[in-house]
């Protein structure tokens, strides 16, 4: 399975980014996704998750303000990001929950600064 995330950028307080993570491979065998980040000097954390039945989970920090969502016929996952705030500034990274294992996308760097 091979992930591949775009949609970073540099963006203002209160502001808006989509992220996308397109999956290629034999990803019948994936289970679920999820969006992670890591800030500068700071641990990763999960951000969002969605299984293959819909049910989403988000990390209290994010909660009303971002959304996970998948296009099956796209093979691909988003990340919508509202209210943006400094403390988003990090790099996200996509992973996909496989039979094999957990994979990893690159990651697409968030910035949040006026």
């Known amino acids: 399975v091979q992930l591949q995330a775009s949609g970073g950028g540099l963006v203002q307080p209160g502001g808006s980014l989509r992220l996308s993570c397109v999956a290629s491979g034999s990803i019948s065998s994936i289970s679920a996704f999820a969006w992670y980040r890591q800030a500068p000097g700071s641990q990763r954390e999960l951000v969002a998750g969605?299984?293959?039945?819909?049910?989403?989970n988000y990390a209290d920090s994010v909660k009303g303000r971002f959304t996970i969502s998948r296009d099956n016929a796209k093979n691909t996952v988003y990340l919508q990001m509202n209210s943006l705030r400094p403390e988003d500034t990090a790099s996200y990274y996509c992973t996909a929950l496989h039979r094999s294992g957990i994979k990893w996308g690159q990651g697409t760097l968030v910035t949040v600064s006026s």
């Open positions: 969605i299984n293959v039945a819909g049910s989403t």
